[in-house]
């Protein structure tokens, strides 16, 4: 099965999962598996949240920011992807001054 995100409707969330401004994302959900490519504009954040049931995989396609994974600090950038495993915390900032673009997929469990 092919996704065109052209053809997905483009969502904006406020404060996602409690986060700051808004996350942009365009979403496909086929009732278990989620798939979504994300932009986060500068200060732009998802809030920090734990996984139960689920894992998650972010995969950076543009810009740089950072993850905050189980307490931790680290730098993402183009190129990165970061895993939280089921059972475990994070979140993605935006603390740069260009957008950041990732690719998210959340698959059942």
């Not at 996704?3 to 994302?25: C, Q, T, W, Y």
């Amino acid at each position: 099965m092919n996704m065109d995100f052209s053809d997905i409707e483009l969502s904006v969330i406020p404060n996602f999962k409690g986060g700051e401004k808004e996350l942009r994302a365009k979403m496909f959900f086929d009732g278990t598996n989620r798939i979504m490519k994300g932009c986060l504009i500068p200060g732009a954040s998802i809030g920090m949240h734990t996984h139960e049931g689920s894992c998650e995989v972010i995969f950076i396609t543009s810009g740089c920011g950072h993850v905050i994974f189980d307490g931790e600090k680290s730098p993402v950038r183009e190129g990165i992807c970061h895993y939280c495993p089921e059972g475990h915390t994070h979140s993605l900032i935006n603390d740069s001054d260009a957008d950041l673009e990732f690719l998210a997929v959340v698959p059942k469990q």
